[in-house]
């Protein structure tokens, strides 16, 4: 069994930082892919930012050039640098690993960015 635990999230004022951590444990295949995703109340899930196990990287257009995602040297470890920080970023962020067809989430945590 995969298990994900996140942390790292908080409230933060406009024009801040947060860097979210995220550190998997199990039966992980090496090939894998991490990721970010966020959902805000009343909205879907939407994604953030993956990065594969050989360290391409995707960002959703909304936080290109103020959020980076990044692999720990432990590399089922992964981390999102969040800049320049606005209240519409405010969601509850949830860690990802897909690999072999299966995905896994972990309990995610809260983003508050206030104006």
């Known amino acids: 069994q995969v298990q994900l635990v996140e942390s790292g999230g908080g409230l933060v004022q406009a024009g801040g930082s947060l860097r979210l951590s995220c550190a998997a444990s199990g039966s992980i295949f090496s090939i894998n892919v991490m990721g970010w995703y966020r959902q805000a109340p009343g909205k879907q899930r939407e994604l953030v930012a993956t990065i594969t196990s050989g360290g391409n990287t995707n960002y959703a257009d909304s936080v290109k050039g103020r959020f980076t995602i990044s692999r720990g040297n432990a590399k089922n470890t992964v981390y999102l640098q969040m800049n320049s920080l606005k209240p519409e970023d405010t969601a509850v962020y949830f860690c990802?690993?897909?690999?072999?067809?299966?995905?896994?989430w972990g309990q995610g945590t809260q983003v508050t960015v206030s104006s």
């Open positions: 990802n690993l897909r690999a072999l067809g299966r995905q896994y």
